[in-house]
């Protein structure tokens, strides 16, 4: 096998790495203090296009945030965007939510690159440049870099200040990497830092987080990985698979109410960001399987009638009235392989549980 770093004996920790940090939802917003967005709309609206582009990113990218946020709440169907669900409480849910009975889908990825850790090192071969979209605290990184002894390892996340305490904690780890932060968002395109090899590179999405993108933006993501991969590199990915619905729903709304907390604390983080003043409480968790879609949905229902208010704005929602607030598509194997290759990668190889309850996909670009 080429890449000899990846021995059998270090195969069983390939499972760790399919830990807890959220990818789709990795493209997180940092919160902002209301005041800040105030002057910053002030700014922007008093001297427009000039003044915009002398603002600091970390304005102009919550004052983004703003626009798309207030854009989801006053579409005919509210929606929120899932990157929302991730301030530093959802993050915590989050991490809770992947340990719980009904979640099925951590432990089963883990116990995937468990079993089929040395088919996977044998694929993954010589990659030595790992890329991980929505890295967050870089926790998974840091098992799959020491595997492969990688030489570079990019941390690609929105959230600049998570994503830079897990690079500083990746490079005590793992002295000899090359770790660097890049604070961006995947999906609009990105540029990685001049040294990092053009040749051995792996982009690495585990988590099931492709499936928190509806298909075309999905594909487009997909694209923008196969960009990042350049011709020889390859993508590792995991996929939650279509299974009963019963299944599904319960892992989308446990019993100790973790999701529904989850779901309900979008708002809160919403409140912070737009200043907006929504009661969680009053709204409750929906998670069911849209079966023609092939999606989880999850959306939060006003228990009654609500005025909800922000600084130049509201809306009111009748009783009942939803906010869409996530998709979980539940892709089956054979149409997620043919979306890798419309996005560019050209021979892959799957492995899933026995049960057929999710897969790891290896992609060459
Ligand atoms: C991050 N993502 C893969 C999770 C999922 O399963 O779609 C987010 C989640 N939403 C509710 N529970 C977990």
């Known amino acids: 096998m080429a890449g000899g770093a990846i021995g059998v004996a270090v195969l069983p920790r390939l499972g760790a790495l399919a830990g807890a940090t959220p990818g789709a939802g990795a493209l997180r917003c940092g919160a902002m203090p209301v005041a800040i967005f105030a002057h910053a709309m002030r700014s922007a609206h008093a001297s427009a296009a000039h003044a915009l582009s002398r603002l600091p990113v970390a304005v ?110 990746l490079r005590r780890a ?73 299944m599904l729903e319960a892992a989308y709304d446990d019993a100790a109410g973790v999701t529904a907390a989850f779901n309900r604390n979008v708002l809160s983080h919403v409140n912070r960001l737009i200043g907006s003043d929504f009661e969680p409480q009053q709204w409750r968790h929906l998670a069911f399987f849209n079966e023609a879609a092939s999606r989880i949905e999850m959306h939060l229902q006003a228990m009654g009638a609500q005025r909800v208010r922000w600084p130049g704005g509201g809306r009111d929602f009748a009783a009942g009235e939803r906010i869409h607030t996530e998709n979980s598509y539940k892709y089956p194997l054979p149409a997620f392989v043919a979306m890798l290759r419309e996005a560019g990668f050209v021979a892959c190889q799957s492995w899933t549980d026995a049960r057929g309850w999710y897969a790891m996909l290896h992609a060459r670009a």
């Open 60 to 169: 102009l990218a919550s004052l983004a945030c703003r626009r798309e946020i207030l854009a989801g709440l006053l579409s005919q169907q509210a929606s929120i965007c899932p990157k929302y669900f991730y301030d530093q409480r959802g993050s915590e849910l989050f991490e809770a939510i992947t340990r719980l009975p009904e979640y099925y889908l951590t432990r089963t990825e883990r116990a995937l690159m468990r079993r089929h850790g040395r088919a996977i090192a044998e694929a993954l071969g010589e990659a030595r440049v790992v890329i991980e979209p929505g890295a967050g605290s870089c926790d998974k990184a840091r098992m799959l870099c020491r595997s492969l002894a990688a030489t570079h390892f990019v941390g690609v996340d929105i959230s600049a200040d998570c994503l830079q305490d897990g690079i500083a904690r």
């Open 174 to 246: 793992l002295p000899g990497l090359d770790a660097r932060a890049v604070a961006g968002d995947i999906t609009a395109g990105l540029r990685l830092p001049p040294n990092v090899p053009a040749t051995r590179r792996l982009v690495f999405y585990p988590g099931s987080s492709i499936g928190n993108f509806d298909p075309p933006q999905a594909l487009a993501l997909l694209r923008q990985m196969r960009a990042l991969a350049g011709n020889g590199g390859a993508l590792l990915i995991g996929i939650d698979l279509p299974k009963d619905r019963a």
